[in-house]
Structure formats: C-alpha cells, structure tokens
C-alpha cells in the first residue's frame, strides 16, 4: 500500500546475493532462490538492477532462482514481457511460486522456459487424508514431468507429507520437515553434516 515493495525487493536481493558470495566458496554449486513482486516486473529497471547486483557479488546467473507468481505471468503488460525475455536470455532460472492458487494459464507453460513449479502448501497441508489434494498434487507432478519440469512441495512438515509426496514423484521438498529457517552461518555445516548422512 504505501509502494515500498519494490525497494525492499531490491533489498532482499542485494543481502541475498551478498550472502551467497560469501556462502559460494564452501557451497559452489548452491543455488539461492528469491521472490520478485507483481510491481518489480513492471520496473524497466528491474534488469539493469538484477544484472549490476550479481556483477558487484561475482555471481553468475545461473546461482539466482527466480521465483514469481501466477498473476504476474497474467498480466498483459509490455514491462512485464520486457524484463522476462530478459532474465531468460541472460540465463536466470525461473519458478512459478505458489503453483495452483491464482489466476493461471497453462499457456505459460508452454511459452516459457520455466524451471520449476512449487507446489502451494494449501495443497499439501491434508495431502495423505485429502484424496482431492492429492490427485491436484498427482496430476501437477505428472504434468510438470512431462514438460521437464522439476516439482516442489512447499510447506512440508511432517513424515507423513513427507513420505506421501515423494510416493507421488515430488522432486523437491521443502519446509520444516527438515529444519526451520536457519541464521547464514549455520547454513554450511547444516549442508556438509545431511552430505554427510547421505553418504553413510
């Protein structure tokens, strides 16, 4: 309401990009994912700023995920289209956040070199006792395979939305399942120790 998304937008990004060059010595293969509003894609300076962050932080394109919503794929604006085309071609990885709850088209789809759905937890949260949920979970999975999409559950909390979605060929999972948000310099060991265990 007051339009200060877009600085804090451009915040997010900067103490992210700042904190994977710093993260990118131990974990160089680590992939950061960030959200961009509606109002940041409407910016035409939004590639010029993207482009000057990763520079000044030494980091490719490629270590950057960005996440955006439905809507803003929705929108029939010329910005919009611009800053996408853009952010394709310089090699960005892209991920349609919140998968299932706006306003969609599977046209995009089609069009777009998108690099992952997240699945919304709405649809998750009852997934093992929801037979609905589940078949929009089964369905999304099959579909975004189909289309050499990588599928990830968001909000995953508990064993049983654990073992349910990965029995529904999830890729990813995501959520307090595995650990709650941690402080930076936690991250790294957290990383290096579930190596470790997979290893073992």
Known sequence: ELGLIGQLGQLMLELGCAQLARWQVAAPDLVLAVNLSPLQFRDPELCPQIFDCIERHGLA?????????????????DEIESNLACLIEAGFRLAIDDFGTGYSSLAYLKQLPINRLKLDRCFI???????????????????????????????VETREQFEHMRALGCDTIQGYHYCRPLPPDKLIPFLLERQADRAN
């Open 61 to 77: 394109p490629w270590r950057l995920e960005l996440e955006i919503t439905e809507g803003v794929l929705m929108e029939n604006a």
């Open 125 to 155: 949260r009852d997934v093992a006792d929801d037979e609905k949920g589940s078949a929009i979970c089964s369905a999304t999975i099959v579909l975004g395979h189909k289309l050499g999409l990588d599928l990830v559950a968001e909000g």
